[in-house]
C-alpha cells in the first residue's frame, strides 16, 4: 500500500490514507500524460516567440540599413551575427519539436504515445508527407537547419535597398537573404524540387518552416484533446472521495510512493496549458499577412 496524503489549504492540517498501488501507477499515468501534453505545447511556444524575435529583427535591420546606406563592414558583421543567433536558434528548436511529433528512426511520435491509437500515427505520417509534397519553404527549412549545424551559419549575405513607386510616391525598404539554386543543392535541397532560376529568400524559408510546424501542432492538439481532457478530469476526481472522507472542501494531494519522495498531485501547474493553447489558438501563414504602411 502507499502513502496518500490530502491537506486542507485553508488551514494546512492533514489527514493520510493507504492507497493501493495499482490506484498509485494509474493516477502517475494520468499526471505523466499531462505533463507531457504541457511540455510540447511550451516547445512550440518557444518557437513561435523565436519566430517573432526573428521576424521583429529583420524588419529592425530592414529600416537601420537604410538609413545607413554605405558599405560598413562592421554593421553587416553585426546584421548578419544577431541574424544567424535568431535563425539558429528557431531551426534547433523547430528540430526538437519535429523530433517530438514523428522520429521513424527513434521510434517516436507524441500522438501516439499519448493516445495508444495506430490511426492517429497513420495521420501524422500522412500529413507530413502531404506537407513535404507542398511546401517547398519546410522542405528548404530541414535542411538549411542540419547544413547549419554541421557546415554553415544560415545568414552568409544580405541584400538592401529602397524601391521607389512612381504612382504612389511611396518608398519601400528591401532586406534579403537570398538562396540560390547552387546554396539550395549544396544544402542537400532535392534537385527535383528544385528549378535552375530559383532565389528563396531566408525570411519565407523560414515563414514556410514554423507553418509547417504550426500545422503539425494543431493535428497533434486535435488528436490527443479527448485523452488529455480525461486524463485531466481522471486526476482531479480520483482523489475527491479522500477528500470528503476527510472534511476538506478546499484541498491538495501527494503521494509517497518511496521513502523520502514525494509527487505533488495538484493541477494548478496545467493552467499553463490552457493559456498556451489559447495564445496560439490557430496555424496561422504569417507569409500571406503584410503590414500597411
Keep these: 500500500m502507499e502513502n496518500l496524503i490530502i491537506y486542507n489549504t485553508e488551514d494546512m492540517s492533514y489527514k493520510d490514507f493507504e492507497v493501493s498501488k495499482s490506484d498509485i501507477t494509474k493516477v502517475l499515468g494520468f499526471r505523466n500524460l499531462l505533463v507531457k501534453a504541457l511540455d510540447i505545447e511550451i516547445i512550440y511556444d518557444q518557437i513561435i516567440e523565436a519566430y517573432w524575435d526573428y521576424k521583429n529583427k529583420v524588419n529592425y535591420w530592414s529600416l537601420r540599413s537604410v538609413s545607413s546606406p ?157 485523452v488529455v481532457s480525461e486524463a485531466r478530469a481522471s486526476l482531479m476526481s480520483m482523489w475527491q472521495n479522500y477528500a470528503t472522507e476527510a472534511g476538506f472542501d478546499n484541498y491538495r494531494c501527494e503521494v509517497h510512493p518511496q521513502e523520502n519522495k514525494r509527487i505533488d498531485l495538484s493541477l494548478e501547474w496545467f493552467d499553463v496549458f490552457e493559456h498556451l493553447k489559447e495564445k496560439h489558438r490557430n496555424s496561422i501563414n504569417y507569409s500571406k499577412i503584410a503590414f500597411k504602411q
Design 70 to 226: 554605405f558599405a560598413d563592414y562592421i554593421f553587416n558583421h553585426e546584421i548578419r551575427s544577431s541574424l544567424n543567433r535568431l535563425a539558429f536558434n528557431l531551426f534547433n528548436l523547430g528540430k526538437l519539436y519535429l523530433d517530438w511529433h514523428y522520429n521513424e528512426k527513434k521510434n517516436r511520435c507524441f500522438s501516439f504515445e499519448l493516445t495508444s491509437k495506430v490511426s492517429s500515427k497513420q495521420k501524422v505520417i500522412d500529413h507530413r508527407e502531404g506537407i513535404f509534397e507542398t511546401n517547398l519553404n519546410y522542405v528548404v527549412g530541414c535542411k538549411l537547419r542540419a547544413n547549419s549545424q554541421h557546415s554553415a551559419l544560415p545568414v552568409r549575405t544580405f541584400t538592401t535597398g529602397v524601391g521607389y513607386d512612381h504612382d504612389t510616391s511611396s518608398r519601400t525598404a528591401n532586406f534579403n537573404i537570398y538562396y540560390y539554386y547552387d546554396d539550395l543543392v549544396k544544402a542537400g535541397v532535392p534537385k527535383e524540387r528544385l528549378s535552375k532560376n530559383i532565389k528563396l529568400d531566408l525570411t519565407d524559408i523560414i515563414d514556410g518552416f514554423v507553418y509547417a510546424i504550426s500545422q503539425k501542432h494543431m493535428l497533434n492538439r486535435k488528436l490527443t484533446a479527448v
